[in-house]
């Protein structure tokens, strides 16, 4: 049975499908929108052969970053720009990104459409997959095949239950600064100081799933208030 994937590979595994999960609120809007005005015959062609053109291309864009990751000091970046999109998604910041998508009014135009903006909108799943998959395009991959049917089929199932259960975003977050911690102490330019400096390196996963998710709680009940008023 030693053929078998190990503890570290489906562990892997689960935090890529979690983040593509977690992160496909924006592309199921784009989706729908880019679709909505289609005959109803052509609106699922539209959307299932879109989502596969869009796969292709963030496969593409997530391999160049496993690449890209390799560069001295750019794992690190990496892992600090994902903490702060972690934080970003539990206090509800989209950074003003708008959901401003065109209607199509033909099966191609939907798929163009669908495949573009994914690919603008989808550049913090797949830095997060990237690290998260450890520099292996077989994780990449499997994480793809297994996520994305359940994004095309289920994504109005998934945000209703992001809205109905909200404790589940910070499940998603919590993976996100995960995947940022480790991707911070994997860097190899560090570590020969993390050799010299232990406490630092045990400290960098409390101190950032700790941070972002304390941070983003302590800021959800002062965005409320700044509501009601």
Not at 16 to 45: F, M, T, Y
Not at 151 to 176: D, Q
């Amino acid at each position: 049975m030693d053929f078998l994937p190990g503890a570290d590979f489906w562990s892997a595994l689960l935090a890529i499908i979690v983040i593509d999960l977690v992160l496909a609120g924006d592309n199921a809007i784009v989706i729908a929108l880019a679709a909505r005005n289609l005959p109803k015959d052509l609106q699922r062609r539209a959307i299932v052969w879109g989502t596969v053109g869009a796969v292709v291309v963030r496969a593409s864009l997530t391999v160049a970053v496993l690449w890209l990751l390799q560069v001295p000091g750019l794992m690190a970046a990496g892992g600090a720009l994902l903490a702060w999109i972690a934080y970003r998604l539990l206090t509800g910041d989209d950074g003003g990104r708008e959901h401003e998508v065109a209607p199509a009014m033909s099966f191609w135009a939907a798929m163009r459409t669908i495949v573009i903006a994914d690919a603008v909108m989808g550049l913090d799943n797949v830095l997060a997959v990237a690290g998260a998959a450890h520099g292996s395009i077989g994780l990449v991959v499997a994480g793809l095949l297994i996520s994305i049917p359940i994004v095309v089929w289920g994504s109005t199932l998934i945000l209703r239950w992001l809205e109905r259960f909200p404790w589940l975003l910070y499940v998603g977050g919590a993976v996100l600064a995960w995947t940022s911690a480790a991707m911070i102490i994997d860097e190899p330019f560090f570590q020969g100081f993390y050799e010299d400096n232990r406490f630092v390196k045990n400290a960098i996963y409390p101190v950032i799933i700790g941070g972002v998710l304390g941070l983003a709680w302590l800021r959800k009940p002062r965005k409320t208030k700044e509501v009601t008023q």
